[in-house]
């Protein structure tokens, strides 16, 4: 977070709404500050969506109030002029080259002349798109999409960016290329708001990160603090299995407190995490199981996310 800029660029105060007899949003707070990037987490139904159709100006919410540059994004069109949004849908038109999408956007968000032409020029600058000005959106790569979806979305110097899901469907080398270009705005002062599933990339890209559940805000803070004030010094001990078990073996592997994690692996958090790896590894080939591999690290992220994420293990 910058130290110069201590006056938030958005504030979401309060803020309630409900569709009929459905609540989606529960007294929300957070609030992003200029050079900041705060990731917004939660599972499928935590009121995501209804939170950022609020922040954009989109829905007036039931309760509370939203603020960009304290002005209501609902009524006030200079909030809406100050917010640039990135959708999870590329918005953007295929047969039309990069240059191309960017000269339409520009001139949708007010811009021409000169101001146009250093837009476009800043734009693909930051995003490191120049090179493929001339290529047909429809020809380029999905990461390079991403990247001119951001590009059009900063063609009016937004002063708050907010991302659904910005890395979604692309691979890790794109996905880093994109986390260069939001750690790139955060360096010009923009203030960036994420909302993703994409947990790594948010542990390391976000200042600070939001729990979403139920529509109430349950956990907020850095990441790194959230992770020790969850796990202490505990490790996370990673399984990965070759080959199919058979139900003798997954009782083993549950008997030694592994949960499947995922196709072939297995997971568990323990204190002693590299001495708990060598005993695993022992007495699991010793209980026939094929173990491709096993690697401790420090809990992450997704971990915490787990936890929350299921209000009986967080309660």
Known sequence: M???SPEPILTVASVSHAYGAQTALRGVDLAVRP??????LGPNGAGKTTLIRAVCGRL????????????????DGAARQALGLVPQALALY???????????????????????????????DVTHIAERAGTPVKHLSGGFQRRVNIAAAILHRPTLLVLDEPTVGVDPPARDAVGEVLRTLRG??????IIT???????????????LRDGQLVLEG??????????????????????????GQENQLAA?????????????????????????????????VNVREIRVRRPSLQNLFSLIAEPRRAA
């Open 2 to 4: 910058s130290p110069r």
């Open 94 to 124: 295929g047969h039309l080259t990069v240059a191309e999408n960017l000269d339409v956007f520009g001139r949708l968000s007010g811009l021409k002349g000169q101001a146009l032409a250093e837009a476009i020029v800043h734009a693909m």
């Open 35 to 40: 050079g900041e990037i705060y990731a917004l």
């Open 197 to 211: 599933h994409d947990l790594d990339q948010a542990g390391d890209l976000a200042d600070r990160v939001g729990f």
């Open 60 to 75: 007036r919410p039931d309760g509370g109030q939203v603020r960009i540059g304290g002005l209501d994004p609902f009524a």
């Open 188 to 193: 010009e002062g923009v203030g960036i708001l």
């Open 256 to 288: 030694e407190g592994l949960a499947s994690s995922g196709v072939g692996a297995w997971t568990c958090l323990a204190a002693d995490g590299y001495a708990l790896a060598g005993r695993l590894d022992q007495r699991l080939r010793q209980a026939g």
């Open 222 to 247: 850095e990441p790194a603090t959230l992770i020790a004030d969850a796990f202490g010094g505990q490790m996370e001990v990673q399984v990965e299995i070759a080959g199919d078990l058979g139900t």
